[in-house]
């Protein structure tokens, strides 16, 4: 009893309250009592069970005192729109509640007295009003009965009957709309109308793009449904908008209805014509008939209508009257034969020139024709006969002339190839693409000296005539040839005695060079450090220059006198080259010179008795004279009358033929004379 709300007599255990119980509080108490005898430390105890029995002091309370429920006018009968609930705080039939309607404005509904639901009794949906508010009462089942006060302590319920949201909205205005490309940002394009036949908020409609303008080229209020634009309109981008707008009504749950509506887009002659190229290039062949088709403009208007109509044209300009175009196709073709030497390249404007739209607008391409080349000309060369002088001494592959043609076609019908005619004796060719004429040996203007044959140029056709011209190569000497004696060795003789200028010989050399480098001069190159001699530096005649004497120049009285000269043999040329020969003169005797001998006298001693036979002595003698002019005999001519000395004739030995007698003759004097 922690509250103290019970006491116990200590000598007789009478349990009794002290204060007001209360059922509601607590409904169970559980005692603890204790029994001690005296002062003794021995005691007992035991529980007392007392249960707090209810009295009905407590009335059903509602926990509001009002409630607003909306239902829809379309429920049935039956149908449960609201659950009342009171407490009470007491318990068993004290506190089993029963509920009732106090106080009703309708029939219309009722309440189980037991769960306290609200139910329908009849369809409100004809009902006018739109609002009832029904009180509510709670009774306990005590005795006596308590219940909550009707104006103050009952359920004030009020029950609003709502409409049913059970109309989409349907659209009243046109699905189809038309507007100007070039209208102003902000203009009325369209109002979009929808009714709902619902009332208060689910028949309020309010107007939504749901798709197709997602560039937001339109705006559309809610509220008015007024579409206007938002950006300015190019019909050419997009000439056509498929809106998908929404009404959607303001019930619960909110219905809604959707169309498509169609903005078309009307054109507005804003767009120039643009050609699909604004430079246009194709050929056409040369020497075709006037009609040939050349090439198709087109150009494309993004307008509509007769805006997007096109006409064309080409305007005026170097050689366009010879091109027509067809004003509706555009097709270009030829009022001519066309020359391509004569004009290769047309440039020409062509003018989409107008649309049909008002104001009309154009444009213009440029139109670039290649006249293509047919093989109409043949290669001409700059002349018809060339002469060219070239020196003998070019390497072999040196260019001596490059030919040139021209063929005023053009392309492969205009290439020219080359190529040599007639016999060139291996001496030249011609380079077939860029008509160099080479040597292809090396040259000898002494072998052969000229040469003729002809060049040809022509192009891939073979039906054309070609193009010759006569080749007169003329080869120039060059100092490439030493002047030759027609021997290299020369003998010649000379009479001594013979007066200076005397032709003694003629030496000839050749030169196979022509002029400078073939004229030959003469010089005497050694052999004539006493200028003995002289030559005819032109004729080669090589003649004395001051008497010879033979003697002078012999070495030895039986050997002739001789000269070795060496001549040179020089060309003009630059650089002259030149050969020698060797020319031996032999100076010829003349018998001028008479034997001398070598004393003018002999004197020999010889003993009496020498022996017949014995050999005394020689004499000789020596003549300057060659020859036979020094082939000298010996006679004694005086002092050997009695005979006793006999004398040699060749070789000048005396020899002793007699004895000798000292006493008849003791000497002799021979007189001998030399031949």
Same mark, same amino acid.
């Given at each position: 009893?922690?509250?103290?709300?019970?006491?116990?007599?200590?000598?007789?255990?009478?349990?009794? +309250?002290?204060?007001?119980?209360?059922?509601?509080?607590?409904?169970?108490?559980?005692?603890?009592?204790?029994?001690?005898?005296?002062?003794?430390?021995?005691?007992?105890?035991?529980?007392?069970?007392?249960?707090?029995?209810?009295?009905?002091?407590?009335?059903?309370?509602?926990?509001?005192?009002?409630?607003?429920?909306?239902?829809?006018?379309?429920?049935?009968?039956?149908?449960?729109?609201?659950?009342?609930?009171?407490?009470?705080?007491?318990?068993?039939?004290?506190?089993?509640?029963?509920?009732?309607?106090?106080?009703?404005?309708?029939?219309?509904?009722?309440?189980?007295p037991s769960l306290g639901v609200v139910n329908?009794?009849?369809?409100?949906?004809?009902?006018?009003?739109?609002?009832?508010?029904?009180?509510?009462?709670?009774?306990?089942?005590?005795?006596?009965?308590?219940?909550?006060?009707?104006?103050?302590?009952?359920?004030?319920?009020?029950?609003?009957?709502?409409?049913?949201?059970?109309?989409?909205?349907?659209?009243?205005?046109?699905?189809?709309?038309?507007?100007?490309?070039?209208?102003?940002?902000?203009?009325?394009?369209?109002?979009?109308?929808?009714?709902?036949?619902?009332?208060?908020?689910?028949?309020?409609?309010?107007?939504?793009?749901?798709?197709?303008?997602?560039?937001?080229?339109?705006?559309?209020?809610?509220?008015?449904?007024?579409?206007?634009?938002?950006?300015?309109?190019?019909?050419?981008?997009?000439?056509?908008?498929?809106?998908?707008?929404?009404?959607?009504?303001?019930?619960?749950?909110?219905?809604?209805?959707?169309?498509?509506?169609?903005?078309?887009?009307?054109?507005?002659?804003?767009?120039?014509?643009?050609?699909?190229?604004?430079?246009?290039?194709?050929?056409?062949?040369?020497?075709?008939?006037?009609?040939?088709?050349?090439?198709?403009?087109?150009?494309?208007?993004?307008?509509?209508?007769?805006?997007?109509?096109?006409?064309?044209?080409?305007?005026?300009?170097?050689?366009?009257?010879?091109?027509?175009?067809?004003?509706?196709?555009?097709?270009?073709?030829?009022?001519?034969?066309?020359?391509?030497? +004569?004009?290769?390249f047309f440039s020409i404007k062509g003018n989409?020139?107008?649309?049909?739209?008002?104001?009309?607008?154009?444009?213009?391409?440029?139109?670039?024709?290649?006249?293509?080349?047919?093989?109409?000309?043949?290669?001409?060369?700059?002349?018809?006969?060339?002469?060219?002088s070239v020196r003998e001494d070019l390497e072999?592959?040196?260019?001596?002339?490059?030919?040139?043609?021209? %063929?005023?076609?053009?392309?492969?019908?205009?290439?020219?190839?080359?190529?040599?005619?007639?016999?060139?004796?291996?001496?030249?060719?011609?380079?077939?693409?860029?008509?160099?004429?080479?040597?292809?040996?090396?040259?000898?203007?002494?072998?052969?000296?000229?040469?003729?044959?002809?060049?040809?140029?022509?192009?891939?056709?073979?039906?054309?005539?070609?193009?010759? +011209?006569?080749?007169?190569?003329?080869?120039?000497?060059?100092?490439?040839?030493?002047?030759?004696?027609?021997?290299?060795?020369?003998?010649?003789?000379?009479?001594?005695?013979?007066?200076?200028?005397?032709?003694?010989?003629?030496?000839?050399?050749?030169?196979?060079?022509?002029?400078?480098?073939?004229?030959?001069?003469?010089?005497?190159?050694?052999?004539?450090?006493?200028?003995?001699?002289?030559?005819?530096?032109?004729?080669?005649?090589?003649?004395?220059?001051?008497?010879?004497?033979?003697?002078?120049?012999?070495?030895?009285?039986?050997?002739?006198?001789?000269?070795?000269?060496?001549?040179?043999?020089?060309?003009?040329?630059?650089?002259?080259?030149?050969?020698?020969?060797?020319?031996?003169?032999?100076?010829?005797?003349?018998?001028?010179?008479?034997?001398?001998?070598?004393?003018?006298?002999?004197?020999?001693?010889?003993?009496?008795?020498?022996?017949?036979?014995?050999?005394?002595?020689?004499?000789?003698?020596? %003549?300057?004279?060659?020859?036979?002019?020094?082939?000298?005999?010996?006679?004694?001519?005086?002092?050997?009358?009695?005979?006793?000395?006999?004398?040699?004739?060749?070789?000048?030995?005396?020899?002793?033929?007699?004895?000798?007698?000292?006493?008849?003759?003791?000497?002799?004097?021979?007189?001998?004379?030399?031949?």
């Amino acid at each position: 009893d922690p509250h103290g709300r019970f006491s116990i007599d200590p000598q007789f255990g009478i349990i009794r +309250t002290k204060t007001q119980l209360d059922h509601e509080t607590q409904s169970a108490v559980v005692l603890t009592v204790q029994s001690q005898l005296g002062n003794s430390p021995v005691y007992s105890s035991t529980q007392v069970n007392i249960s707090v029995i209810d009295i009905n002091d407590n009335p059903p309370v509602f926990l509001a005192h009002s409630d607003r429920v909306t239902i829809s006018h379309t429920q049935p009968p039956g149908t449960a729109v609201y659950i009342a609930h009171a407490e009470d705080k007491d318990s068993g039939l004290n506190g089993a509640i029963k509920y009732s309607i106090a106080s009703k404005q309708s029939n219309a509904f009722s309440i189980d007295p037991s769960l306290g639901v609200v139910n329908l009794t009849r369809a409100v949906f004809a009902d006018k009003q739109q609002e009832y508010t029904l009180h509510i009462a709670a009774e306990d089942s005590g005795i006596p009965p308590l219940t909550s006060s009707l104006m103050l302590d009952s359920l004030a319920v009020k029950i609003v009957i709502l409409d049913i949201n059970d109309n989409s909205p349907s659209f009243m205005s046109s699905p189809l709309s038309y507007v100007m490309e070039d209208v102003e940002v902000g203009f009325l394009v369209h109002r979009i109308i929808a009714k709902d036949p619902d009332e208060g908020r689910s028949g309020e409609v309010t107007y939504h793009i749901l798709s197709g303008n997602e560039n937001k080229a339109f705006v559309l209020d809610k509220i008015t449904g007024l579409l206007t634009t938002a950006q300015l309109l190019d019909r050419e981008i997009q000439s056509c908008y498929n809106l998908t707008v929404t009404a959607l009504d303001d019930g619960s749950p909110a219905l809604s209805a959707t169309q498509v509506l169609t903005i078309v887009v009307l054109d507005v002659n804003d767009e120039t014509p643009i050609f699909l190229k604004q430079f246009y290039e194709t050929a056409v062949r040369e020497n075709q008939d006037p009609g040939e088709f050349v090439l198709k403009v087109e150009a494309v208007d993004r307008d509509a209508g007769l805006n997007s109509l096109l006409r064309y044209e080409i305007l005026p300009g170097t050689g366009y009257e010879k091109f027509k175009m067809n004003p509706d196709s555009g097709e270009l073709v030829t009022t001519a034969s066309l020359d391509r030497e +004569t004009q290769e390249f047309f440039s020409i404007k062509g003018n989409s020139c107008r649309d049909l739209g008002s104001p009309s607008r154009s444009s213009t391409a440029q139109l670039h024709l290649t006249v293509l080349d047919e093989n109409d000309h043949n290669p001409m060369l700059a002349k018809t006969q060339y002469q060219i002088s070239v020196r003998e001494d070019l390497e072999e592959g040196s260019a001596i002339l490059d030919l040139f043609a021209s %063929d005023k076609d053009d392309g492969p019908n205009g290439e020219v190839m080359y190529s040599l005619i007639d016999d060139t004796f291996g001496a030249f060719a011609i380079d077939s693409v860029t008509g160099s004429i080479v040597t292809t040996k090396a040259l000898d203007r002494e072998t052969k000296s000229q040469y003729t044959f002809r060049a040809v140029a022509s192009d891939c056709s073979t039906h054309l005539p070609r193009s010759t +011209t006569v080749m007169m190569i003329l080869i120039q000497d060059v100092n490439d040839n030493v002047p030759k004696f027609e021997q290299s060795y020369y003998k010649a003789s000379v009479w001594e005695g013979q007066s200076p200028k005397t032709d003694i010989i003629q030496v000839f050399a050749t030169d196979l060079d022509s002029g400078l480098n073939g004229e030959t001069e003469y010089s005497i190159l050694s052999g004539n450090e006493n200028a003995t001699f002289l030559i005819d530096s032109a004729r080669g005649i090589l003649a004395t220059n001051t008497v010879l004497d033979h003697e002078n120049t012999s070495s030895y009285r039986e050997m002739a006198s001789s000269h070795c000269l060496v001549l040179l043999a020089s060309d003009r040329g630059t650089p002259s080259l030149n050969s020698t020969a060797t020319v031996l003169i032999t100076v010829l005797d003349v018998n001028d010179n008479p034997p001398v001998f070598s004393s003018p006298e002999y004197h020999i001693h010889v003993k009496e008795s020498i022996p017949v036979n014995s050999h005394i002595t020689e004499v000789s003698a020596n %003549d300057c004279d060659a020859g036979t002019n020094a082939e000298i005999t010996y006679a004694i001519i005086s002092g050997n009358d009695r005979g006793h000395f006999h004398l040699d004739g060749k070789t000048g030995s005396v020899d002793l033929m007699k004895m000798l007698d000292y006493e008849d003759t003791m000497k002799f004097t021979l007189i001998i004379q030399a031949t």
